[in-house]
């Protein structure tokens, strides 16, 4: 899986992907070995969710005739709210979401992450690279939220520097996704 993930990097597209927790088969080493796979596949928007069973699903239908079922799920994954009785101790269960999410959207990690894309993407070079007013706007206030505010402004800062030494023609990229994760840590609450 990481080798098919790299190789698309490779032709140029940034792979996003949604990861779910909360599966009957679900161990407590599920959780570190999702962290393993986000962080060593280069994926910057990961989205981690807990299992819910909406209604009129096949899983609904499994969880309800084996008495699993305690609510209508709420349609949002990442609100901590499980609809049903999972096999794992539940306090367990989002204990161990909380883990992959404080784990793969802190700063260091994150960065890191950042990094490893921007070895492997390997967009077209025939596309054109517009900076225009609203893409020197965002990246003064990225400068100001990320530099100044965030307090992983230091992490921030050296991917800068690593991308203006390492892939200076990725230094819009770069920016990008530093915005990604200012935006999952503002969604998740991790500050």
Not at 22 to 43: M, V, Y
Request: glycine content about 6%; cysteine-free; aromatic content about 12%.
């Amino acid at each position: 899986m990481l080798l098919s993930v790299k190789k698309m990097q490779n032709a140029g597209l940034q792979v996003s992907a949604g990861f779910i927790v909360g599966f009957d088969s679900d161990t407590k080493s599920t959780f570190q070995r999702q962290i393993d796979f986000i962080q060593q596949s280069g994926i910057v928007a990961a989205m981690v969710g807990l299992l819910n069973a909406p209604k009129n699903t096949v899983l609904y239908k499994r969880y309800e005739s084996e008495n699993r079922i305690i609510s209508e799920a709420s349609g949002n994954n990442t609100d901590l709210s499980l609809n049903y009785i999972p096999v794992m101790d539940a306090e367990k269960l989002v204990a161990g979401y909380l883990r992959i999410l404080h784990d793969i959207y802190s700063p260091k990690p994150f960065y890191q992450r950042i990094r490893k894309l921007l070895r492997e993407y390997n967009p077209h070079p025939n596309l054109p690279a517009e900076i225009g007013i609203v893409a020197l706007v965002t990246f003064f206030k990225s400068l100001y939220a990320l530099g100044v505010l965030d307090p992983g402004r230091w992490h921030y800062w050296a991917l800068l520097i690593w991308t203006l030494f390492a892939r200076p023609h990725r230094l819009a990229d770069a920016v990008s996704f530093s915005l990604y994760g200012l935006h999952f840590r503002k969604l998740f609450g991790l500050r």
